[in-house]
């Protein structure tokens, strides 16, 4: 790995961890370049192949994922998963990290020029890959996201509260925005794809059933709905102004587990909003006592304010 300039403020990475991320930060700088870009040639959005899960790659999932895996190579991550490669990959012998990565979240915004991103999980690392990432996600020591929006911002946790820092990109530098960021309780969104509602399970359906019904249901009051299509920009909507996710599992062939990752999406994402005070299950269980059985292996999501979040685990309750 070539040394980058440093382009972020040292201040609150732990000092073992800091060449790792901003080796991931200025990668992320070029992809935001390459992304602001997009509208003006080449289609960063032409399917270019499939993933080992029969997801479509576009072009730019893929370029993301070779940009920052060249940007790890040699440096303090041993081994290297990436939602977009099959295997976890040796990317250095005597790396003291595992790093686990979805180069490109939200790929089907690409095209609309709506926000896209990059999310990461670190743990220390083991000898082999797969006992270094199926474990539980408890253990990691660094959960982040890049959000490439109207600003591009790193989101991080390492175990001691959740940052944010925002790229100023006249100085090509992420300046520390927040030190501890907190889900805020009150807030009257919910996210989730309402076009699998007939075949969601029951404790799905009636939580939001009770939202829909408003000032005229149990709730007693009216909700509004989001769905971006991007995890990265869903999170960093309820961190600042609250509300839940849902991404259960439902009855369509290939979502018993829903469609989010355990490795690359939803274990650093339920690190960074633990961390904020917010909470994030599978819908009952806390996503950070479970761990992945399978390196691409899926499970439901369910974050945001911990009240909304205790609620649907209530509903699934009452199913039994
Ligand atoms: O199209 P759906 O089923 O609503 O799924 C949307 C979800 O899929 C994702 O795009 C999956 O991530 P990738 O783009 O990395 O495959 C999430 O960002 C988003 O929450
Ligand atoms: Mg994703
Ligand atoms: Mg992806």
Redesign the pocket.
């Known amino acids: 790995m070539t040394s980058p300039a440093n382009v972020i403020s040292p201040d609150l990475i732990p000092d073992a961890l800091y060449p790792t991320i901003n080796a991931l930060c200025a990668t992320s700088i070029d992809v935001a370049a390459i992304i602001a870009r997009a509208g003006l040639g080449q289609s960063l959005a032409a399917q270019v192949g499939e993933n080992s899960d029969g997801?479509g790659q576009k072009a730019l999932?893929v370029l993301a994922d070779d940009m920052f895996e060249a940007a790890l190579r040699g440096g303090d991550v041993r081994w290297y998963a990436s939602?977009e490669q099959e295997d976890a990959l040796l990317t250095s012998e005597g790396g003291k990290y595992a790093l686990a990565i979805?180069p490109?979240?939200?790929?089907?915004?690409i095209d609309v020029n709506v926000s896209i991103g990059t999310i990461f999980s670190i743990f220390d690392t083991k000898e082999g890959a797969e006992e270094s990432f199926l474990r539980p996600a408890s253990e990691q020591i660094c959960g982040g996201y890049i959000l490439y929006g109207p600003a591009t911002c790193l989101v991080v946790t390492f175990g001691n509260g959740t940052q944010q820092y925002v790229l100023d990109p006249s100085k090509g530098e992420f300046v520390l925005v927040e030190k501890a960021m907190e889900v805020p309780e009150t807030s009257k969104e919910f996210a989730i794809?309402a076009s699998?509602y007939r075949h969601w399970t029951k404790p799905v359906r009636t939580y939001i059933d009770d939202c829909l019904a408003g000032k005229d249901g149990p709730r007693g009051m009216d909700f509004n709905m989001r769905?971006?299509?991007?995890?990265?920009a869903?999170t960093h909507r309820i961190l600042t102004r609250g509300g839940i996710f849902l991404?259960p599992g439902d009855a369509r062939p290939g979502y018993e587990n829903g469609?989010?990752r355990m490795v690359?999406?939803c274990a650093p994402i339920a690190f960074i909003i633990e961390q904020a005070k917010g909470h994030a299950t599978d819908g009952e269980t806390p996503i950070l006592e479970r761990q992945a059985a399978t390196l691409h292996g899926r499970v439901p999501l369910v974050f945001g304010s911990a009240q909304k979040v205790q609620r649907v685990a209530d509903h699934h309750d009452l199913s039994e």
Not at 104 to 109: E, K, P
Not at 227 to 232: C, I, K, T
């Open positions: 997801d999932d939602e979805d490109l979240d939200g790929s089907s915004n794809n699998n769905w971006v299509g991007s995890l990265v869903e991404y469609r989010l690359y999406e």
